[in-house]
């Protein structure tokens, strides 16, 4: 593709994270809980499992689990 097409494709298509934040404002609206948004906002952040692990006082593996179970509820928020 020229770089002309490239270019109007970046443009045309949000980004990943940009794609998350309007999933998360979505969610925000239909009742999944804050603490749900806010693990998966840290998480779209960067940072680490293990630092929202160490400052909630968990396991990484709870992180891991909690983020599976925001996820499924953001899931079916949306698809509701």
């Keep these: 593709p020229s ?5 109007a494709a970046a443009v045309a298509e949000p980004s990943p994270l940009e794609e998350l ?3 998360i404002r979505a969610a925000r609206h239909t009742g999944v809980p804050v603490g749900d948004l806010d ?3 840290r ?3 960067a940072e680490s499992v293990t630092t929202v ?3 909630r006082r968990v ?3 709870t992180i891991r689990n909690h ?5 499924e509820r953001v899931q079916a928020a949306i698809a509701a």
């Design 39 to 41: 693990l998966l906002c």
């Design 43 to 45: 998480l779209a952040r």
């Design 59 to 61: 396991t990484t593996r």
């Design 21 to 23: 934040a309007d999933v």
């Design 3 to 7: 770089l002309f097409e490239y270019v």
């Design 53 to 55: 692990a160490e400052e």
């Design 67 to 71: 983020r599976a179970r925001a996820v």
